[in-house]
C-alpha cells in the first residue's frame, strides 16, 4: 500500500507540473514561480499535504541541482572557465560587499547577534544556481555574451561556499581554531583537485565517458557526476561545484551527446527541486517575519542588480547585456536555506529559518521575473529608447542604447559592442562608430 500512496502522490505532483508548465508557456515566462506555488500547496500546512513520497521528492531535488549544474558547465570549456574566471575576480569581491553586508547589518538590527548575522549574510550573499541555470536556458540566454560574466560570478560563489561553509559549521559548531582550520584545508584541497583534473584530464575524461551507445553513454555521465558530486559534498565542498566542474570537463561529442540525452532528466528533477522548496516551506511561519524580509529582499534584489550589471560594463557588455546580467543574479535558493538550515539545527535563532524562507521564497518567485523584465524595465524607465542630442566639440553626439524606430534600432544593434557582425562588416561598422 505504501507504494500505490508513493505513486499516486508522485503522478499527481508531476501532472500538476505538466499543467502548470503549458500556462507558463502559454503566457511566455519560466514557470519556477508557479512550481514553487505548487510546492506550497502541497506542502506542510499546505491544502494537499504529501506524506508517502517527501523522502524521495527530497533526493529527487538534490539530483535536480547537480543536473542543472552539470548541464550549464556543458557548455563551456575548462579554458574558458579559467578565463572568465581571472578576469571576473574582482567581481567576486563586489558581490560579496554589496550582498553579504546588507544581510549582516539586518541580523544586527535585530539583535540576533554577530553569528546570526555571519549566517544571514551568506544567506543574502549566495545567488542561486540552480534556479539561475533554468531561468537561462527558458529564456536562450546560454549563448549570449552577458551568460559567461553571470557563470563566472556564480562559480566564484559556490567556490567560496567550499571556505565558507566549514568556517559557518565551526563557528555554530563553538569549535576551535585548529579544527577549523582542518576542515577549511580539506575543502579548499577538494576542490582544487577536482578542479585540476578537469582542466588537465578533460581530453582523457571526454574520451572515457564518449559512446556510440546513448544508453552507455547516459549512464557513464550520469554515474560519474553523481560519483563526483557526493564525494565533493561529503568532504565539505558544494555537490553542485563538482557537478559543473564534471561538464567542464566533458568536450566535443561527449559533451553534446550527454547535453541530448540528459536534457529530458535535467527539466524532470529540476521541477523537483523546485517543487520540494515550496514543500518544506510552512505557510503559517511566513507572516510574522514577511515585512523584514520583503524590506531585505528588495534591497539585495537591488544590489545584486547592481553586481551583474558592474561586472558586464567590466567586461565590455553593452547597455542591454549589463542589465540582463543584472536582473538574472536576483534568485536566491538552495544554499540559501542550507545556511539558514544549519543555525536552526544549532539552535541560533528561532525567527531565523522562518525569516531566511520568507525571504528567498520572495527572491525565487521574482528571480525569474526579474531576469526576464529588468532590461525592458531599465529602458522604459530611463528613456533609451529616445534619440539623445547633445553637442561634443562643437557636433551632435548620438548615444548607444537610444534607439526609437526601426531604422535607428538596427543602426544601433550595428554599433553595439556586442553586435556579433560578420569580419567583412568591420569596414562600415567602423565608419559608422566614427
Known sequence: ?????????????????????????????????????????????????????????????????????????????????????????????????????????????????????????????????????????????????????????????????????????????????????????????????????????????????????????LLVVLGLTLLVAGIAQQLQVSAAVGAFLVGIALSGEAAEGAHTLLSPLRDLFAAVFFVFFGLSTDPTSIPPVLLPALLLAVTTALTKVGTGYWAARRAGIASRGRWRAGGALVSRGEFSIVIAGLAVTAGIEPELGPFATAYVLILVVTGPLAARYTQPAAERIGGLWGWTWGRARGRARWEPGTANTPEAALVEAALAPDAGLAPEADGTVNALRH
Open 1 to 217: 500500500m505504501h507504494t500505490a500512496s508513493v505513486f499516486i502522490e508522485l503522478g499527481s505532483v508531476i501532472l500538476v507540473l505538466g499543467l502548470l508548465g503549458r500556462i507558463a508557456g502559454r503566457y511566455g515566462f519560466s514557470p519556477i514561480p508557479l512550481y514553487l506555488l505548487g510546492g506550497l500547496a502541497f506542502g506542510k500546512g499546505g491544502l494537499l499535504p504529501l506524506s508517502a513520497s517527501e523522502e524521495f521528492v527530497a533526493t529527487g531535488a538534490e539530483i535536480g541541482v547537480v543536473l542543472l549544474l552539470l548541464m550549464l558547465g556543458l557548455e563551456y570549456t575548462a579554458a574558458d572557465l579559467v578565463t572568465n574566471l581571472k578576469a571576473q575576480y574582482p567581481a567576486g569581491a563586489v558581490d560579496f560587499v554589496l550582498n553579504a553586508l546588507p544581510g549582516a547589518a539586518a541580523a544586527l538590527l535585530l539583535g540576533w547577534g554577530p553569528v546570526a548575522a555571519v549566517v544571514l549574510a551568506g544567506v543574502t550573499w549566495i545567488s542561486s544556481s540552480g534556479v539561475i541555470a533554468k531561468v537561462l536556458g527558458d529564456l536562450g540566454r546560454l549563448g549570449n555574451r552577458e551568460t559567461p560574466v553571470i557563470l563566472s560570478i556564480l562559480v566564484l560563489e559556490d567556490l567560496a561556499m567550499a571556505v565558507y561553509l566549514p568556517i559557518l559549521t565551526a563557528v555554530l559548531a563553538g569549535a576551535g581554531l585548529l579544527a577549523g582550520s582542518v576542515t577549511l584545508a580539506i575543502a579548499l584541497a577538494t576542490a582544487g583537485a577536482v578542479l585540476f583534473v578537469a582542466l588537465r584530464y578533460g581530453r582523457v575524461i571526454s574520451k572515457f565517458v564518449s559512446h556510440d551507445d546513448p544508453e552507455k553513454l
